[in-house]
C-alpha cells in the first residue's frame, strides 16, 4: 500500500467506518462485486477502524489469529463468525430479492 493511500485510510476513511451507516454502506457496495475477497477486505477496514482485529477477537471471544485468517482476502468467516463480528459495530446481515435487470 503506497503512501497516499495509507494517508487517505488513516485520515478519512477509518473515521468514516466509525459510523456504523457509512460502515454498512461500504460494506453494501464492496458486496456487489463479484469477487467476495472484496467484501472481506472492507470488513477489515471496518475491524480497523474499530480498534483492530485484538479487540475483535476479545469482544467476540475468539482467537485472534483465526480471525485474521477468517478474514483474509482467501478467508472464509463462519455465520456465527461474520454475525458476531457485524454486531460488535452495530450491524447486521439483511438478504434482499435480487434486482432483475431488464
Known amino acids: 500500500m503506497g ?3 495509507r494517508r487517505y485510510k488513516e485520515d ?8 456504523p451507516k457509512k460502515a454498512a454502506a461500504y460494506l453494501n457496495e464492496c458486496l456487489k462485486d463479484e469477487d467476495p475477497a472484496v467484501f472481506l477486505i472492507a470488513l477489515r477496514d471496518v475491524i480497523k477502524a474499530n480498534g483492530g482485529m485484538s479487540k475483535l477477537a476479545e469482544e467476540i471471544e475468539r482467537n485472534r489469529e483465526s480471525l485474521y485468517r477468517s478474514f483474509s482476502v482467501n478467508g472464509n468467516p463462519g455465520i456465527n463468525t461474520l454475525v458476531d463480528a457485524l454486531d460488535v459495530y452495530g450491524l447486521e446481515i439483511n438478504v434482499q430479492p435480487m434486482r432483475l435487470h431488464a
Open 12 to 19: 478519512y476513511l477509518y473515521k468514516e467506518l466509525q459510523d
Open 3 to 5: 503512501k497516499r493511500s
